[in-house]
């Protein structure tokens, strides 16, 4: 197991375009680590410049703490686990494990102990003997895994591996990769444009567009402190509304009426003009749910509902506003930016299941305004970030890893 450090990595085709474009990554030894973003980014680029698929057109990569740049995938010892799996149907399932070790011209015993080591873990004992046909889908890739885990990789590398399933499967293979990765420790990258799985997964997320690191943060980082209009649009289903601001003392003007703002946040974003702020759905509720002791943080407004959608567990409100034809360009651009539904001038409300909120009403809404986010509609810029409070989440989240790691490496050094 390895490290990866990436250092200003940069990646140019044949014509000039740098598809990726000064990337300075640090993975850590057992670290899950997402790329994550629109189609066209790079993901793929600079995961198959890890393996060594792919040339490095300048920068360093850096494998357990040496300089892999011109070693070819074979001497790098990391493990490629695309989206079919590519097993042989002709092999059982322990052939198909022991394969690379077959290559390798390792001793029968030593194979055989490798093999029943590796089906151990991943529950595949039972099946050793069967064809991947008549495995699930979820059994195939613990096939694919445990060809990986016998070769004693240095990490694993993923590349949209479940992007072929359905939801259901999906969501149990998803599941079924976290517990694996974290029973093993081993290091792994993992490219998803799927933003439920870069929450889910990641010990931390790093999000590209265009080439570029936008923000490398733990999921909860990314979710409340984003760094800017991109990565804030990008996290998060359904995703945070944006809405035209205008700053005024330390009120915020907005359609839904002032959002009053604390001193720091007033002076963050005072001698702007027009701005966007970011309210996620759940930030607003049903001002007559709210408590007395509660109502006094947020601001209070009436609005028409358009449309209500009832969950079970929740229900959603969406309410119409006006916005000035810059600020709809804007929203029109990045949401085609990041490849989602039409960001439209109206917000997503997510309410308590109970609320008797009704289409076509109006209706008192509460926003807690503590949480809201104020962004520079020109460069995107999250201009209320607290970098400390995220710097924070993420290092909760690392510290969490890194003690599920030391229980795994002690009980592993206990079973040998
Ligand atoms: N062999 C190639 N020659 C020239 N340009 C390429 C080549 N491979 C990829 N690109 C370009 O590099 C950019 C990044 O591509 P990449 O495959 O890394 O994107 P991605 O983030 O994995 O996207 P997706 O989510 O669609 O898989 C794209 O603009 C793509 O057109
Ligand atoms: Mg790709």
Known sequence: MASIEMKNIVKQYGDGFPAVNDV????????????????????????????????????????????VNDLAPRDRNLSMVFQNYALYPHMTVFENIAFPLRLAKMPDDEVRRRVTEASDVLELKDHLERKPANLSGGQRQRVAMGRAIVRQAEAFLFDEPLSNLDAKLRGQMRTEISRLQRRLGI???????????????????????????QQVASPRELYEQPVNLFVAGFIGSPPMNFLPATPEGNRLKTPFG???????????????????????????????????????????????????EWLGDSQFAYIPYEAPESIQKQLRDLSREL??????????????????????????????????????PESGENLTRDAEAGAELTRMATQDREEQLEQVRESSVGAA
């Not at 994550?36 to 680029?45: A, D, I, L, Y």
């Not at 005072?270 to 509660?294: C, M, Q, W």
């Not at 917000?347 to 520079?376: P, Y």
């Open 339 to 376: 490849d989602a539904e039409e960001l439209r001038t109206q917000a997503i409300v997510s309410i308590d299941a109970t609320s008797r909120i009704r289409e076509g009403r109006e209706a008192e809404f509460w926003l807690d305004s503590r949480k809201v986010h104020v962004f520079d």
């Open 187 to 213: 290091t792994t990258v993992y490219v998803t444009h799927d933003q439920t799985e870069a929450m889910t997964l990641g010990d931390r997320v790093c999000v590209l567009r265009k080439g570029k690191i």
């Open 258 to 308: 002032d959002i009053e703002l604390d001193e720091k946040r007033a002076a963050a974003v005072a001698g702007h003009d027009l701005l966007l702020v970011g309210i996620r759905p759940e930030y607003f509720e049903d001002a007559s749910l709210v408590d007395e002791a509660k109502r006094p943080v947020g601001s209070i407004f009436r609005a028409r509902v358009d449309v209500t």
């Open 24 to 67: 300075s990554l640090d993975i850590a030894d057992g670290e899950f680590m997402i790329l994550v973003g629109p189609s066209g980014c790079g993901k793929s680029t600079l995961l198959r410049m890890i393996v060594g698929l792919e040339d490095i057109t300048s920068g360093d990569m850096v494998i357990g703490g040496k300089k």
